[in-house]
């Protein structure tokens, strides 16, 4: 039988098929299934067996220096979800679009709680990504989730982002029989309670779905090498394969066309430092295996 991955528990999953949901497990350790899987699985009792990973499109993942965590299969764009309140990280969320960028997919950011006098300052935080292409979508999902659906229809989108912006909020609203548990944040730590446990796949039609995801602290991208990763930089593809060296690492080396259009004015220079620094972390994490 075959059927779609809509949740995630570790070792264990429930699978959608035309004749209804079926929990599953794998055997061994061999097969790695995520949410969004389209899988094959024979039966056995009450549930299932998942046998085999049909072709993936895309694969959202991030990675350590020890380790790879895979995180959504097939999605086809995924929706950082940012909040006026409590902060947020414009580096965890640029570190987000870069592992979308990396996969294909299509990227946007949703500033949530628009309603509170913080909106503002955290809508100017993230100009610099819209100043690139990236679209910010405001709303309170608490009010009026409507103004995302636009921006759904069609797609298999994953909500993605920090503990406390309101993700489960959000997959509540537009899908109303989700009942995704949702907390508080925490003022004296200007940080979210983690609510959500495990990814699990939501349909709105036959076309559209969310996938709601665990709220993140950090995204580690060490599994893109030098050239992935400078490529995941939309901002700077113009101008790469014309530095004066071939093998120009972007750090300083004389003719780099990336220091040069940031002098110009259009790269911004906090995302070419994001870049070096990225590009650091990944050279001392092989330097120790």
């Excluded at 949901?21 to 009450?46: I, M, T």
Aim: proline share 4%; aromatic share 4%.
């Amino acid at each position: 039988m075959t059927g779609e991955v809509i949740a995630a528990f570790s070792r264990r999953f429930i699978v959608a098929t035309p004749a209804g949901k079926v929990p599953c497990q794998v055997r061994g350790r061999h097969l790695q299934v995520v949410c969004g899987d389209h899988v094959e699985f024979r039966r056995e009792g009450d549930g299932g067996v998942i046998e085999r990973v049909l072709p993936r499109a895309t694969l959202l993942y991030r990675a350590d220096a020890f380790r790879t965590k895979a995180i959504a299969a097939n999605a086809t764009q995924i929706a950082v979800v940012v909040a006026a309140r409590p902060s947020f990280s414009t580096e965890l969320v640029q570190r987000c679009i870069l592992a979308a960028e990396a996969q294909g997919m299509a990227s946007m950011i949703v500033l949530n709680k628009a309603d509170l006098p913080e909106a503002a300052a955290a809508r100017a935080c993230l100009e610099p990504l819209v100043r690139i292409g990236y679209p910010v979508v405001m709303l309170s999902a608490l009010a009026d989730a409507t103004p995302l659906l636009p921006h759904l229809r069609g797609h298999i989108t994953l909500l993605i982002g920090q503990s406390g912006m309101g993700k489960s909020t959000l997959v509540n609203a537009l899908c109303p029989d989700a009942d995704a548990a949702t907390g508080e944040y925490s003022e004296a730590l200007d940080s979210g309670r983690h609510t959500t446990t495990h990814t699990r796949l939501h349909r709105l039609d036959a076309d559209t779905a969310l996938i709601d995801s665990p709220g993140l602290q950090e995204f580690a991208l060490q599994h893109l090498d030098d050239d992935a990763l400078a490529n995941a930089f939309v901002d700077f593809r113009p101008y790469l394969g014309q530095c004066r060296f071939r093998d120009c690492r972007h750090a300083g080396e004389p003719g780099c066309r990336l220091a040069e259009a940031t002098a110009a004015g259009d790269i911004d220079l906090a995302r070419l430092r994001l870049f070096q620094a990225l590009r650091r972390l990944r050279q001392n994490a092989l330097q120790r295996l």
